[in-house]
């Protein structure tokens, strides 16, 4: 059963009902609709870690008491996992801990094996984290985005039939950080098989939005692997996660090593673990995972369906208070949103983005972000910049790197912030507010 947490939920966060200082010194409430970098947190994850941490030991082969509940928990916290995404045969995939979405694919680029000829093949659409480790592994491969900012899906099978076999791994993001955009990873990945090739999901924008099922409705459709991070999910304390297939581990070498990867260790020989202990080197951070296990039971018991449809409003609400608005320049479609999490981006024409979100901070205590949000290929083609225009303030001093600005919801954001929100940048956009 699911619980209404509608007329509280704010109540529910740590720091929403924290006043900030204005321009002025004086103190107001503060907006945040800067969710798609950082949430905050559960008061019940807090509470949560403080009463664990009466039992906080060492996970392992430790023989106390506390240890064997610290491990215990340890180890509950990846079953649970595999029952949340909906993982049908267990015996095949793996959970790995990391410390953020960024350190996941890297581990996956680094680790998971290759012939000198191979090409990953990912997205324009794509966070620089989805991006830049597989440059660094070696040949990469994109699929274009059309004007509106989608992916041009057409340009995935055709790239996979040109490289005849030669793509052994997709890796593509589940949801834009920048338009919000929601990529069908199913269907995606239902193509990527067709060619005996495996998907790498990029869940760091979707798992928090979105219930995913990594097993899909049949085998051609799931996910071999999904990687997200516990900050977007009102979780503090630095966690993320890599789900994937245990056999594509299994005859990789880890690409840490240290205590907790081996069996043993010889003068000139080292035997590794199985996975995902040999993938896990050093002692893993319990107090984050089991954070993280708490605010996924949090949103479990709110409802995917609730949060879709709520974030689906405030988006709605916003397009159409930004086409009120003169000298708005919206990016990404603004007529057909139902493929979009609550994400928008925007700019005021002959305004500097860094001008308009920091106004929107210090005279208002709205918290926006602002730039090209680490997907600077991706906001570039929205913005319809070429690659000598957009270098130009790297040589010279009078211009400055351009940029949007976003704003980004989550469940505890209403439709009231929305509307001062939006009465604000009417008044920045009409230059009353400078």
């Given at each position: 059963?699911?619980?209404?947490?509608?007329?509280?939920?704010?109540?529910?966060?740590?720091?929403?009902?924290?006043?900030?200082?204005?321009?002025?010194?004086?103190?107001?409430?503060?907006?945040?609709?800067?969710?798609?970098?950082?949430?905050?947190?559960?008061?019940?994850?807090?509470?949560?870690?403080?009463?664990?941490?009466?039992n906080y030991a060492s996970i392992g082969?430790?023989?106390?008491?506390?240890?064997?509940?610290?491990?215990?928990?340890?180890?509950?916290?990846?079953?649970?996992?595999?029952?949340?995404?909906?993982?049908?045969?267990?015996?095949?995939?793996?959970v790995i801990y990391v410390n953020n979405?960024?350190?996941?694919?890297?581990?996956?680029?680094?680790?998971?094996?290759?012939?000198?000829?191979?090409?990953?093949?990912?997205?324009?659409?794509?966070?620089?984290?989805?991006?830049?480790?597989?440059?660094?592994?070696?040949?990469?491969?994109?699929?274009?985005?059309?004007?509106?900012?989608?992916?041009?899906?057409?340009?995935?099978?055709?790239?996979?039939?040109?490289?005849?076999?030669?793509?052994?791994?997709?890796?593509?993001?589940?949801?834009?950080?920048?338009?919000?955009?929601?990529?069908?990873?199913?269907?995606?990945?239902?193509?990527?098989?067709?060619?005996?090739?495996?998907?790498?999901?990029?869940?760091?924008?979707?798992?928090?939005?979105?219930?995913?099922n990594i097993s899909g409705d049949s085998?051609?459709?799931?996910?071999?692997?999904?990687?997200?991070?516990?900050?977007?999910?009102?979780?503090?304390?630095?966690?993320?996660?890599?789900?994937?297939?245990?056999?594509?581990?299994?005859?990789?070498?880890?690409?840490?090593?240290?205590?907790?990867?081996?069996?043993?260790?010889?003068?000139?020989?080292?035997?590794?673990?199985?996975?995902?202990?040999?993938?896990?080197?050093?002692?893993?951070?319990?107090?984050?995972?089991?954070?993280?296990?708490?605010?996924?039971?949090?949103?479990?018991?709110?409802?995917?369906?609730?949060?879709?449809?709520?974030?689906?409003?405030?988006?709605?609400?916003?397009?159409?208070?930004?086409?009120?608005?003169?000298?708005?320049?919206?990016?990404?479609?603004?007529?057909?949103?139902?493929?979009?999490?609550?994400?928008?981006?925007?700019?005021?024409?002959?305004?500097?983005?860094?001008?308009?979100?920091?106004?929107?901070?210090?005279?208002?205590?709205?918290?926006?972000?602002?730039?090209?949000?680490?997907?600077?290929?991706?906001?570039?083609?929205?913005?319809?910049?070429?690659?000598?225009?957009?270098?130009?303030?790297?040589?010279?001093?009078?211009?400055?790197?351009?940029?949007?600005?976003?704003?980004?919801?989550?469940?505890?954001?209403?439709?009231?912030?929305?509307?001062?929100?939006?009465?604000?940048?009417?008044?920045?956009?009409?230059?009353?507010?400078?």
């Amino acid at each position: 059963m699911k619980i209404n947490y509608e007329n509280n939920i704010q109540d529910l966060f740590i720091g929403l009902d924290e006043k900030v200082c204005d321009s002025n010194g004086d103190c107001i409430d503060g907006i945040n609709f800067d969710n798609a970098a950082t949430t905050p947190p559960l008061k019940s994850s807090i509470k949560y870690i403080e009463e664990l941490s009466k039992n906080y030991a060492s996970i392992g082969r430790g023989t106390g008491q506390k240890a064997e509940i610290t491990t215990n928990l340890y180890k509950e916290s990846k079953n649970f996992l595999m029952k949340f995404f909906n993982i049908k045969s267990i015996e095949k995939y793996v959970v790995i801990y990391v410390n953020n979405s960024t350190e996941g694919i890297n581990k996956l680029a680094n680790t998971l094996k290759t012939k000198e000829d191979e090409i990953v093949l990912t997205s324009r659409m794509e966070h620089h984290s989805n991006d830049l480790p597989w440059r660094k592994r070696g040949k990469v491969d994109y699929i274009e985005v059309d004007k509106k900012g989608r992916l041009k899906l057409e340009e995935l099978e055709e790239k996979l039939k040109v490289h005849c076999g030669k793509i052994k791994y997709v890796s593509l993001t589940g949801a834009s950080n920048v338009t919000g955009y929601i990529n069908d990873i199913h269907f995606i990945a239902k193509i990527v098989h067709k060619y005996n090739a495996k998907l790498i999901v990029d869940g760091a924008q979707l798992v928090p939005h979105k219930k995913v099922n990594i097993s899909g409705d049949s085998d051609d459709e799931q996910i071999d692997f999904l990687v997200f991070s516990s900050h977007k999910i009102y979780s503090p304390f630095g966690v993320g996660v890599i789900i994937g297939l245990k056999e594509d581990f299994i005859n990789s070498d880890p690409d840490y090593l240290g205590g907790g990867t081996v069996e043993l260790v010889l003068d000139n020989k080292i035997n590794f673990l199985l996975p995902p202990d040999k993938n896990e080197a050093g002692t893993p951070n319990f107090i984050g995972v089991m954070s993280l296990i708490n605010s996924l039971k949090f949103i479990d018991n709110i409802g995917y369906d609730y949060i879709e449809e709520h974030e689906k409003q405030l988006l709605q609400h916003t397009i159409e208070g930004f086409k009120r608005i003169p000298n708005i320049i919206n990016y990404g479609d603004t007529e057909n949103i139902s493929d979009r999490l609550g994400i928008a981006t925007f700019n005021i024409n002959n305004m500097y983005h860094h001008d308009v979100a920091n106004i929107l901070a210090k005279k208002k205590g709205i918290s926006v972000r602002h730039g090209w949000f680490c997907a600077h290929p991706y906001c570039r083609r929205l913005m319809n910049v070429g690659e000598d225009e957009a270098k130009e303030f790297l040589e010279n001093p009078a211009k400055k790197m351009l940029g949007m600005v976003r704003v980004s919801f989550a469940l505890y954001n209403s439709i009231g912030e929305v509307d001062l929100f939006l009465n604000v940048l009417e008044d920045i956009s009409l230059r009353k507010i400078k």
